[in-house]
């Protein structure tokens, strides 16, 4: 947004590799942040150390005042989270002390001597929202988004935030902004008075420096800002109570009980409030450092970084694949309807093809219906959400598919009908164009087989519903070439999808290890276990549903199906030596929420969304594979058991290089099934349990075959107490 000095009456007056400062001919200066050989402005600790040195040059040059502005796209993009990560091992005392050093830069330019504005251009988040509160006034490009994200990594904001927010917002504003961890565009910043003016962007650092000659000209009362953010927060003890009271009770309610932060930021608010600014910042200093040792916050940073892993990995991908210019779906339908959609939504023109108008029609209505709610939730205009859906282009023959980068085929899950249909598309489109199967279970390799060119062909595997599930797992064959693959990842990156790249085997990476351990939760039934009771433990656990009831979602003739793929593949842990509850919901039809029921009854809720009954026929359907009837299980077995194959599952994909790091697998499971991000992935629960406690189990359990048999790796883990995810 700023430019670099070019008008020789500017004079730098300090210079370094993150943060400049010049004073300009008008008499004010800037403070631009302009971190070199870098695409963002980011905070650790080589920023900061500058930010305090420039910050002390501004104050010996008295200028008429200050700007805070961005040389980047965006303003500032928060802390350097691999940074200050390490800084978490350290004891609470020496957090707080070392984060009380850091508010001392930001206290330092809230208290310089002269006006001060942020310019904000574009995303200014965390720590980069926190720079510009520590400001007089801010200004605002429409196109910029400001908010706290610190909640979603387990702890508050740390850099004076939470204490000078609430005294510029009002305290129930910030207890919005700062405990749901969302960012917020313009108008809503401007509303409650996070920002003071928003400008369009080419008009954002005439608007600041605008702001400052007002501010100099008694227009604006800086001082008294000033001396509102600095003071105890204005509220009178009924008011207080009521406010605290209500926020405690609501947001506690959404964060539930495995999530402190966002609690810990109404406390650390309510607790402040009669606190001037610095009595605020130090409780705010003793709350974050409390947060940030607990287990919960060590693993949604984890789960964080493991997401920078996916997100560097796929910017790779794009420099080495091809650009998806125009895609083409195969297979109308929800499914196909949903792919096209998050194509279209994201730029990518798209012919949806299937044999039938009713399924074409089908397809529509439901990129339509997912259109309509953007509209109605106001991130698009209704001209908007009309010109995406005209990019989608229903059709009934292949007339358009030589012009396209990327089939994706989304038939029925057969392979028979699979074959014939990639087939019959290679034959209609260019040579260089790649053929992609949204296949959950058939192997890549027998897919290729009926292929002239099986070097343009793998797996693009998106997970239901399209629109809502982030992950997408790129599977490639023995045959997939190198710029296939980098394509279709950098393409579903595209997309606004994490893609993992996995190697072609029987499950591929998530159902692979979803099937263990739905396995160790039939065999727990078989031995007596309540499916309900079952289903408790595990939501009490931190999963969105218990087993039983995500069989009923993934459903149960699907479930059945990749039983049988799983048990072909992996016969010696997988093969089924008994009949289990899967089978005798599968042969009564029940086949979860699509039919009406499975282990629960649903029934439409007042938005037409299938409500879960309890249905006491589920435990006469399971009795005749309960030989030894119903009886309790303690909590810590019923988790072992269904865990325990979790984890030594994705330590084989590990280890046979199905997926190449730790952080993939780990982001699979949380983004592919819901795994707990609490918890940060298996592998991350694994070293938090300890690796030698985990053989001891395996051990407990060794007698129920070789599902709990711990692989070699992790022997030699438990025995050099090494890690998957060493701090």
Same mark, same amino acid.
């Given at each position: 947004?700023?430019?670099?000095?070019?008008a020789?009456?500017?004079?730098?007056a300090?210079d370094?590799?993150?943060?400049?400062?010049r004073?300009?001919?008008?008499?004010v200066?800037?403070?631009?942040?302009?971190?070199q050989?870098e695409?963002?402005?980011?905070?650790?600790?080589?920023?900061?150390?500058e930010?305090?040195?420039?910050t002390?040059?501004?104050a010996?040059?008295a200028?008429?005042?200050?700007?805070?502005s961005?040389?980047?796209?965006?303003?500032?993009?928060?802390?350097?989270?691999?940074?200050?990560?390490r800084?978490?091992?350290?004891?609470e005392a020496?957090?707080?002390?070392w984060?009380?050093?850091?508010?001392e830069i930001?206290?330092a330019i809230?208290?310089l001597?002269?006006?001060?504005?942020a310019?904000?251009?574009g995303?200014?988040?965390?720590?980069?929202?926190e720079?510009?509160?520590a400001?007089?006034?801010r200004?605002?490009s429409t196109?910029?988004k400001?908010g706290?994200p610190?909640?979603?990594?387990?702890i508050?904001?740390g850099?004076g935030?939470i204490v000078?927010f609430?005294?510029?917002?009002?305290a129930?504003?910030?207890?919005?902004?700062?405990?749901?961890?969302?960012?917020?565009?313009?108008d809503?910043?401007l509303?409650?008075g996070?920002?003071d003016a928003?400008?369009?962007?080419d008009?954002?650092?005439?608007?600041?420096?605008?702001?400052l000659e007002?501010?100099?000209a008694?227009?604006?009362?800086w001082?008294?800002?000033?001396a509102q953010?600095?003071?105890?927060?204005m509220?009178?003890?009924?008011?207080?109570?009521?406010?605290?009271?209500?926020?405690l009770?609501?947001?506690?309610?959404?964060?539930?009980?495995?999530?402190?932060a966002?609690?810990?930021?109404?406390?650390?608010?309510q607790?402040g409030?009669?606190?001037d600014?610095d009595g605020?910042?130090?409780?705010?200093?003793?709350?974050?450092a409390?947060?940030a040792?607990?287990?919960?916050?060590?693993?949604l940073v984890?789960?964080?970084?493991?997401d920078?892993?996916i997100?560097?990995?796929?910017?790779?991908?794009?420099q080495a694949?091809?650009?998806?210019?125009r895609a083409?779906?195969?297979?109308?339908?929800?499914?196909?309807g949903?792919?096209?959609y998050q194509?279209?939504?994201?730029?990518t023109?798209?012919?949806?093809?299937d044999?039938?108008?009713?399924?074409l029609?089908?397809?529509?209505?439901?990129?339509n219906?997912?259109?309509?709610?953007e509209v109605e939730?106001g991130?698009l205009?209704?001209?908007?959400?009309?010109?995406i859906?005209g990019t989608?282009r229903?059709t009934?023959n292949?007339?358009?598919f030589?012009?396209?980068?990327l089939?994706?085929?989304?038939v029925?899950?057969?392979?028979?009908?699979k074959?014939?249909v990639?087939?019959e598309?290679e034959a209609?489109v260019g040579?260089?164009?790649?053929?992609?199967t949204?296949?959950?279970s058939i192997?890549i390799?027998?897919?290729?087989?009926?292929l002239?060119?099986?070097?343009n062909?793998l797996?693009?595997?998106?997970?239901?519903?399209v629109?809502?599930?982030?992950l997408?797992?790129?599977?490639y064959?023995?045959?997939?070439?190198?710029q296939?693959?980098?394509?279709?990842?950098?393409?579903?990156?595209?997309?606004g999808?994490?893609?993992i790249?996995v190697?072609?085997?029987?499950g591929?990476?998530?159902?692979?290890?979803?099937?263990?351990?739905?396995?160790?939760? $039939?065999?727990?039934?078989? *031995? %007596?276990?309540?499916f309900?009771?079952?289903?408790? &433990?595990?939501?009490?656990f931190?999963? +969105? /549903?218990g087993?039983a009831y995500?069989?009923?979602?993934?459903g149960?003739?699907t479930?059945?199906?990749?039983?049988?793929?799983l048990a072909?593949?992996y016969?010696?842990?997988?093969n089924?030596t008994?009949?289990d509850?899967i089978?005798?919901m599968?042969e009564?039809?029940?086949?979860g929420?699509?039919?009406g029921a499975g282990?629960?009854?649903?029934e439409?809720?007042?938005?037409g969304?299938?409500k879960k009954?309890?249905?006491?026929?589920?435990?006469?359907?399971? $009795?005749?594979?309960?030989? *030894? %009837?119903?009886h309790?299980?303690?909590s810590?077995e &019923?988790?072992d058991r269904?865990?325990? +194959? /979790?984890?030594?599952?994705?330590?084989?994909?590990?280890?046979?290089k199905?997926?190449?790091?730790a952080a993939e697998?780990?982001v699979?499971?949380?983004?592919?099934?819901g795994?707990?991000?609490?918890?940060?992935?298996?592998?991350?629960?694994?070293?938090a349990?300890?690796?030698?406690?985990?053989?001891?189990?395996?051990a407990?359990?060794a007698g129920?075959g070789?599902?709990?048999?711990?692989t070699?790796?992790?022997?030699?883990?438990?025995?050099?107490g090494?890690?998957?995810?060493?701090?």
């Amino acid at each position: 947004m700023v430019e670099r000095m070019t008008a020789a009456q500017d004079e730098i007056a300090y210079d370094g590799r993150c943060v400049r400062l010049r004073q300009l001919a008008s008499g004010v200066a800037e403070l631009c942040f302009d971190r070199q050989g870098e695409a963002v402005n980011k905070f650790d600790a080589q920023a900061l150390d500058e930010l305090r040195a420039a910050t002390g040059k501004a104050a010996s040059l008295a200028p008429r005042g200050l700007v805070v502005s961005s040389a980047k796209t965006a303003f500032i993009v928060g802390a350097d989270i691999t940074e200050f990560h390490r800084l978490f091992l350290e004891s609470e005392a020496g957090i707080a002390a070392w984060l009380a050093d850091v508010n001392e830069i930001f206290s330092a330019i809230e208290d310089l001597p002269f006006p001060t504005v942020a310019a904000i251009n574009g995303f200014a988040l965390g720590g980069g929202f926190e720079m510009a509160l520590a400001t007089d006034y801010r200004v605002m490009s429409t196109a910029a988004k400001v908010g706290f994200p610190e909640v979603k990594l387990g702890i508050i904001p740390g850099f004076g935030g939470i204490v000078r927010f609430p005294r510029l917002v009002g305290a129930d504003n910030a207890v919005e902004w700062i405990a749901a961890g969302m960012h917020n565009g313009a108008d809503a910043a401007l509303k409650v008075g996070a920002v003071d003016a928003i400008v369009d962007p080419d008009k954002l650092r005439a608007a600041a420096l605008r702001m400052l000659e007002l501010a100099n000209a008694g227009s604006f009362d800086w001082k008294a800002r000033r001396a509102q953010k600095k003071a105890r927060l204005m509220l009178d003890p009924i008011e207080a109570a009521m406010t605290f009271q209500t926020a405690l009770g609501f947001v506690g309610a959404k964060a539930g009980e495995h999530y402190p932060a966002p609690l810990r930021a109404v406390t650390c608010i309510q607790q402040g409030a009669g606190k001037d600014r610095d009595g605020a910042l130090a409780l705010a200093c003793r709350d974050f450092a409390a947060l940030a040792r607990t287990p919960v916050a060590d693993a949604l940073v984890g789960v964080f970084l493991n997401d920078q892993v996916i997100k560097r990995k796929a910017k790779a991908y794009g420099q080495a694949g091809r650009h998806v210019a125009r895609a083409a779906v195969v297979g109308a339908g929800i499914m196909g309807g949903g792919i096209s959609y998050q194509n279209a939504r994201k730029g990518t023109p798209v012919v949806m093809k299937d044999i039938a108008d009713e399924a074409l029609e089908l397809g529509m209505s439901e990129a339509n219906k997912l259109l309509s709610k953007e509209v109605e939730r106001g991130r698009l205009t209704p001209d908007q959400a009309g010109h995406i859906l005209g990019t989608i282009r229903p059709t009934l023959n292949y007339g358009d598919f030589k012009t396209v980068d990327l089939v994706v085929e989304a038939v029925v899950e057969s392979a028979k009908v699979k074959k014939a249909v990639l087939a019959e598309v290679e034959a209609e489109v260019g040579p260089e164009t790649i053929l992609a199967t949204n296949t959950s279970s058939i192997s890549i390799d027998e897919l290729a087989s009926v292929l002239k060119r099986p070097e343009n062909f793998l797996g693009m595997h998106f997970f239901n519903p399209v629109h809502r599930m982030p992950l997408v797992e790129v599977v490639y064959g023995e045959k997939s070439s190198k710029q296939a693959i980098a394509t279709v990842a950098a393409h579903a990156a595209a997309l606004g999808k994490s893609p993992i790249v996995v190697r072609n085997c029987p499950g591929f990476l998530v159902n692979r290890v979803l099937f263990p351990y739905f396995a160790g939760w $039939a065999m727990l039934l078989r *031995d %007596g276990a309540d499916f309900v009771a079952v289903d408790k &433990v595990m939501h009490d656990f931190g999963w +969105p /549903m218990g087993p039983a009831y995500l069989q009923d979602v993934i459903g149960v003739d699907t479930s059945h199906h990749v039983e049988d793929v799983l048990a072909k593949g992996y016969p010696d842990r997988m093969n089924k030596t008994f009949k289990d509850a899967i089978d005798v919901m599968y042969e009564a039809k029940r086949l979860g929420q699509k039919s009406g029921a499975g282990f629960y009854r649903y029934e439409p809720d007042d938005h037409g969304k299938p409500k879960k009954i309890f249905d006491s026929a589920t435990y006469e359907l399971l $009795a005749p594979v309960q030989p *030894d %009837g119903r009886h309790d299980f303690g909590s810590e077995e &019923v988790i072992d058991r269904l865990m325990l +194959p /979790m984890i030594i599952e994705t330590a084989r994909c590990l280890d046979e290089k199905v997926v190449e790091t730790a952080a993939e697998a780990d982001v699979g499971l949380v983004c592919g099934i819901g795994f707990p991000p609490f918890r940060g992935g298996a592998l991350r629960y694994a070293d938090a349990i300890g690796m030698r406690v985990i053989l001891d189990k395996c051990a407990r359990y060794a007698g129920l075959g070789p599902l709990y048999e711990p692989t070699d790796s992790m022997k030699a883990m438990a025995a050099s107490g090494s890690l998957y995810f060493p701090k």
